[in-house]
């Protein structure tokens, strides 16, 4: 049996929103950008360009989502149906006096797609890869209290080039950062805990310091380790010598005594205070959060987190954020995991890209395992302009940036070098990237003829995959990495390397059973599953016959509705319903656990449809937010809290049998009730996850009790809803920071006279605001909804839409207004404090 420890201790980088900042060190740069769209013909990169008549806008941004969907757009219905095109970005600033002799960075944590950054005319870098986060130094070029101008080209024009939607810009935050000539470099420390125990615990902290100035200097470094309170619990200190224009490493290491652990339950954060100093002179500070925990992944086990048994109960989930695309806000991102929280999910797979450094944060602040993901393709590309193109240039510089950004964060518990390649089944070829480049790149890797030969008939892609792990190894040797494969079969070249530390399987269900025979010393997880399909509100009857659509993943698959039935009776070819997998992973100690496919809902990417649809079906969770009923089958799986969960909605044709189901848990039965009548008890046996009932419909009262010995644990009604005569709003928070970023969602739904929502009203909502607030986005969950998500009005869908408000960074009263035709009007206090 082979059991995988690995006992890291972890955490973030200066460059992510919700990090502790020395504020002279880092400041955010988001704010007084000027943004225009362009042809390939203009250069606006000279400081003295004149972009007096450009819109003004806040960072982050992306272009794209400001559109109306269409289906001639050349990202294509998988793409988002939205345009992509160049952009360009300038902001002048200007750099006070006293910074002369200082340091000057800028940071972007990640620009879709193709950036290049001029400082005063000055072209200082390039980046293809749309995900990765980089720095540039301005020290150089930047003058010091007059006028410096930062300009930015964004060119995603060669479209396709991502298999769902990306979004166009500079969509994650920017950074000045200014430091002293001997500071720590970016993404200085790296910090691990090589024992771990409930009494004791060892940390140790590599610094990287960077010496810019022109002698050798002897630079103390001290290292103070403070809790939650802020007190100190350990502290050391060492001096090391830089020599002149150079970076150093320094390693020390500090002991704590009864360490509070980092768990997902409680999700504890220490922080490491490093500190500089020449000739007792403070000369930086630097400021890590710190996460103390250890765990194992083992072949018959499965997953521990601080020697505690823990099933990964994950979901996949692409970048975009809905109404606000592809724009990073972390508000949006922290309703998303506490929505995930709620249904019990533990994990989060970063599909599948480096993900913005605000997720990563919020995953160490909430109590989420991570699976941090690198690429979607490597040499073999998936669409005509993706980065298979730039791979053989830039996937060591990605990688590594990749690894050393993300390595102090606890929440992270394995790497993974890619997604689905094509390489699992053949090498690339001429169509697929730059032969040229492939080839320098292999043949460049040193590998003797045992090596070679271990590779097989494929044996440059085995090679290929021993390279990335290498390079992910030497950046952060402490956590296991895998690759997402649905190739499963032993020949698997990616397998064949040997180099991966754990086995992940997407879709092949069927398979999990028997994978210990197949990988007997690899540890075994799903790293994709499921791939069902449901669209909100909407049912197709008999419910126990299962819908796969399409036929053939390459088969085109039509259906009027355009919509996929929200019981769990909906399925794409390569995958399965919800409760056919989560039956087998439950029962398996095997394995590991699973990152369902997906958590919310995406733009692009329509399985089973094409054009009018426009973004996914696959989410848990709609695109707006809004839970479809399966999110409570898991809440019934994953939560101790009790749970009793009816569905479909009870609107219907009188007469019209209809299929009622119930999710439940901590009870032996549930009685089901229609306008005072019993319709029976029911009971899950076996492998159940759910009860059914098969109901002639009339209007009225659905009841469910559920009991557990005999007496009542909760009671559940749906009421038949008449017509609409008012309209309800309620807001997520009904206060908000005045800062300009903080959001408030806001959903709407029309009532009758009892207060009842209607399941299926469709009228149109029409948005203003008045005071210290914007409307930044609207949303229904519907797939085939071609309006701008900008606009501030949208039609119901299933009875359900939704406004998201954002305060404009003063304090003051937000009143966000909701019209809809034949209603009296409705409004919703929102404070900005």
């Given at each position: 049996?082979?059991?995988?420890?690995?006992?890291?201790?972890?955490?973030?980088?200066?460059?992510?929103s919700?990090a502790?900042?020395?504020?002279?060190r880092?400041?955010?740069?988001?704010?007084?950008?000027?943004?225009?769209?362009?042809?390939?013909?203009?250069?606006?990169s000279?400081?003295?360009?004149?972009?007096?008549?450009?819109?003004?806008?806040?960072?982050p941004?992306?272009?794209s989502?400001e559109?109306?969907?269409?289906?001639?757009?050349?990202?294509?219905?998988?793409?988002?149906?939205?345009?992509?095109?160049?952009?360009?970005?300038?902001?002048?600033?200007?750099?006070?006096?006293?910074?002369?002799?200082?340091?000057?960075?800028?940071?972007?944590?990640?620009?879709?797609?193709?950036s290049?950054?001029?400082?005063?005319?000055?072209?200082?870098?390039?980046?293809?890869?749309?995900?990765?986060?980089?720095?540039?130094?301005l020290?150089?070029?930047?003058?010091?209290?007059?006028?410096?101008?930062?300009?930015?080209?964004?060119?995603?024009?060669?479209?396709?080039n991502?298999?769902?939607?990306?979004?166009?810009?500079?969509?994650?935050?920017?950074?000045?950062?200014?430091t002293?000539?001997v500071?720590?470099?970016?993404?200085?420390?790296?910090?691990?805990?090589?024992?771990?125990s409930?009494?004791?615990?060892?940390?140790?902290?590599?610094?990287?310091?960077?010496?810019?100035?022109?002698?050798?200097?002897?630079?103390?470094?001290?290292?103070?380790?403070?809790?939650?309170?802020?007190?100190?619990?350990?502290?050391?200190?060492?001096?090391?010598?830089?020599?002149?224009?150079a970076?150093?490493?320094?390693?020390?290491?500090?002991?704590?005594?009864?360490?509070?652990?980092w768990?997902?339950?409680?999700?504890?954060?220490?922080k490491?205070?490093?500190?500089?100093?020449?000739?007792?002179?403070?000369?930086?500070?630097?400021e890590?959060?710190?996460?103390?925990?250890s765990?194992?992944?083992?072949?018959?086990?499965?997953?521990?987190?601080?020697?505690?048994?823990?099933?990964?109960?994950g979901?996949c989930?692409?970048?975009?954020?809905?109404?606000?695309?592809?724009?990073?806000?972390?508000?949006?991102?922290?309703?998303q995991?506490?929505i995930l929280?709620?249904?019990?999910?533990?994990?989060i797979?970063?599909?599948?890209n480096?993900?913005?450094?605000?997720?990563?944060?919020?995953?160490d602040?909430?109590?989420?395992?991570?699976?941090?993901?690198?690429?979607?393709?490597?040499?073999?590309?998936?669409?005509?302009?993706?980065y298979?193109?730039?791979?053989?240039?830039?996937?060591?510089?990605?990688?590594?940036?990749?690894?050393?950004?993300?390595?102090?964060h606890?929440?992270?518990?394995?790497?993974?070098?890619?997604?689905?390649?094509?390489?699992?089944?053949?090498?690339?070829?001429?169509?697929?990237?730059?032969?040229?480049?492939?080839?320098?790149l292999l043949?460049?890797?040193?590998?003797?003829?045992?090596?070679?030969?271990?590779s097989?008939?494929?044996?440059?892609?085995?090679?290929?995959?021993?390279?990335?792990?290498?390079i992910?190894?030497?950046?952060?040797?402490?956590?296991?990495?895998s690759?997402?494969?649905?190739?499963?079969d032993?020949?698997?070249?990616?397998?064949?390397?040997?180099?991966?530390?754990?086995?992940?399987?997407?879709y092949?269900?069927?398979?999990?059973?028997d994978?210990t025979k197949?990988?007997?010393?690899?540890?075994?997880?799903?790293?994709?599953?499921?791939?069902?399909?449901?669209?909100?509100?909407?049912?197709?009857?008999?419910?126990?016959?299962?819908?796969?659509?399409?036929?053939?993943?390459?088969?085109?698959?039509?259906?009027?509705?355009?919509?996929?039935?929200?019981?769990?009776?909906?399925?794409?070819?390569?995958?399965?319903?919800?409760?056919?997998?989560?039956?087998i992973?439950?029962?398996?100690?095997?394995?590991a656990g699973?990152?369902?496919?997906?958590?919310?809902?995406?733009?692009?990417e329509?399985?089973?449809?094409?054009?009018?649809?426009?973004?996914?079906?696959?989410?848990?969770?709609?695109?707006?937010?809004?839970?479809?009923d399966?999110?409570?089958?898991?809440?019934?799986?994953?939560?101790?809290?009790?749970?009793?969960?009816?569905?479909?909605h009870?609107?219907?044709?009188p007469?019209?049998t209809?299929?009622?189901?119930?999710?439940?848990?901590?009870?032996?039965?549930?009685?089901?009730?229609?306008?005072?009548?019993?319709?029976?008890?029911?009971?899950?046996?076996?492998?159940?996850?759910?009860?059914?009932?098969?109901?002639?419909?009339e209007?009225?009262?659905?009841?469910?009790?559920?009991?557990?010995?005999?007496?009542?644990?909760?009671?559940?009604?749906?009421?038949?809803a008449g017509?609409?005569?008012?309209?309800?709003?309620?807001?997520?928070?009904?206060?908000?920071k005045?800062?300009?970023?903080?959001?408030?969602y806001?959903?709407?739904?029309?009532?009758?006279?009892?207060?009842?929502?209607?399941?299926?009203?469709?009228?149109?909502?029409?948005?203003?605001?008045?005071?210290?607030?914007?409307?930044?986005?609207?949303?229904?969950?519907?797939?085939n909804?071609?309006?701008?998500?900008?606009?501030?009005?949208?039609?119901?869908?299933?009875?359900?839409?939704?406004?998201?408000?954002q305060?404009?960074?003063?304090?003051?009263?937000?009143?966000?207004?909701?019209?809809?035709?034949?209603?009296?009007?409705?409004?919703?206090?929102?404070?900005?404090k």
């Amino acid at each position: 049996m082979r059991t995988l420890k690995f006992i890291p201790i972890l955490f973030i980088l200066l460059s992510s929103s919700l990090a502790a900042k020395n504020t002279e060190r880092v400041q955010n740069f988001d704010n007084d950008w000027k943004f225009t769209l362009a042809d390939s013909t203009l250069n606006a990169s000279d400081p003295f360009f004149d972009a007096s008549s450009w819109r003004s806008l806040n960072l982050p941004h992306d272009w794209s989502i400001e559109s109306d969907f269409g289906k001639d757009f050349p990202a294509s219905p998988g793409g988002g149906a939205l345009p992509g095109g160049i952009g360009w970005y300038r902001k002048s600033f200007t750099m006070d006096l006293a910074n002369l002799g200082k340091c000057i960075y800028i940071d972007f944590d990640g620009v879709y797609r193709n950036s290049e950054v001029w400082i005063n005319g000055t072209s200082v870098g390039v980046r293809p890869y749309g995900y990765s986060s980089f720095r540039y130094d301005l020290t150089p070029y930047v003058k010091f209290g007059i006028t410096n101008v930062i300009a930015v080209k964004v060119d995603n024009s060669k479209q396709p080039n991502s298999r769902w939607y990306s979004g166009s810009g500079i969509y994650r935050n920017v950074w000045l950062v200014i430091t002293n000539p001997v500071h720590v470099d970016h993404w200085g420390t790296y910090i691990t805990t090589p024992e771990v125990s409930e009494n004791d615990a060892k940390v140790v902290i590599e610094t990287t310091i960077k010496n810019t100035t022109k002698n050798v200097q002897p630079i103390k470094v001290e290292q103070i380790l403070v809790n939650a309170k802020g007190e100190s619990v350990s502290k050391t200190d060492s001096t090391i010598y830089v020599i002149s224009a150079a970076s150093d490493k320094v390693s020390q290491t500090l002991d704590v005594t009864e360490p509070t652990l980092w768990s997902i339950e409680t999700p504890y954060l220490y922080k490491m205070i490093t500190k500089l100093y020449i000739k007792g002179k403070q000369v930086d500070e630097y400021e890590t959060p710190v996460g103390i925990r250890s765990f194992e992944f083992d072949v018959k086990k499965g997953f521990f987190l601080n020697n505690k048994h823990v099933k990964i109960n994950g979901v996949c989930d692409h970048h975009d954020l809905g109404a606000l695309g592809a724009a990073i806000n972390t508000r949006a991102i922290q309703r998303q995991l506490e929505i995930l929280k709620a249904m019990g999910c533990n994990a989060i797979r970063t599909s599948h890209n480096p993900p913005a450094p605000e997720l990563l944060d919020l995953c160490d602040q909430m109590g989420f395992i991570v699976m941090d993901e690198a690429f979607d393709m490597w040499l073999k590309k998936k669409t005509k302009y993706d980065y298979s193109s730039d791979f053989a240039e830039w996937h060591e510089r990605d990688l590594t940036d990749m690894i050393t950004r993300d390595r102090n964060h606890p929440s992270i518990f394995i790497w993974s070098i890619g997604n689905e390649v094509g390489e699992q089944w053949g090498e690339a070829k001429s169509e697929d990237m730059d032969l040229q480049k492939a080839n320098i790149l292999l043949n460049n890797r040193k590998v003797d003829s045992n090596e070679a030969a271990k590779s097989g008939k494929l044996g440059k892609n085995a090679l290929l995959t021993k390279e990335l792990v290498d390079i992910t190894k030497a950046v952060d040797p402490t956590r296991p990495v895998s690759a997402a494969c649905n190739g499963t079969d032993d020949n698997n070249p990616l397998f064949l390397s040997q180099a991966m530390d754990l086995i992940g399987f997407n879709y092949h269900e069927s398979q999990y059973a028997d994978v210990t025979k197949h990988f007997p010393t690899k540890p075994f997880f799903v790293s994709e599953s499921v791939s069902a399909l449901q669209t909100r509100g909407y049912y197709v009857m008999p419910s126990d016959s299962i819908i796969v659509c399409p036929k053939s993943w390459d088969k085109p698959y039509t259906n009027p509705s355009q919509q996929c039935s929200a019981y769990d009776n909906c399925r794409a070819p390569w995958g399965s319903t919800h409760e056919a997998t989560w039956k087998i992973v439950k029962k398996l100690d095997h394995v590991a656990g699973q990152f369902i496919w997906t958590g919310f809902d995406y733009l692009g990417e329509p399985t089973p449809y094409w054009w009018p649809s426009r973004s996914s079906y696959f989410g848990i969770i709609d695109l707006a937010g809004f839970p479809k009923d399966v999110y409570y089958m898991y809440q019934s799986e994953w939560t101790t809290k009790d749970v009793l969960y009816i569905f479909p909605h009870w609107n219907w044709t009188p007469g019209q049998t209809v299929d009622v189901w119930a999710y439940y848990n901590n009870a032996d039965e549930v009685e089901l009730y229609l306008n005072g009548k019993s319709l029976g008890k029911r009971s899950k046996t076996g492998d159940d996850l759910h009860v059914m009932w098969r109901v002639k419909y009339e209007p009225g009262t659905l009841k469910a009790v559920s009991r557990k010995d005999g007496k009542v644990v909760l009671t559940k009604e749906i009421k038949t809803a008449g017509e609409p005569v008012s309209i309800s709003m309620k807001a997520d928070r009904s206060s908000i920071k005045a800062d300009g970023k903080d959001l408030s969602y806001v959903t709407v739904e029309l009532l009758d006279k009892e207060g009842n929502a209607n399941p299926l009203a469709n009228q149109l909502v029409k948005f203003t605001v008045e005071g210290e607030g914007a409307i930044v986005g609207t949303d229904n969950g519907d797939q085939n909804d071609h309006v701008s998500l900008k606009k501030p009005e949208r039609h119901l869908f299933y009875g359900k839409c939704l406004a998201i408000v954002q305060s404009t960074g003063k304090k003051g009263d937000i009143t966000l207004k909701a019209e809809v035709d034949g209603l009296p009007a409705q409004e919703i206090l929102i404070k900005s404090k």
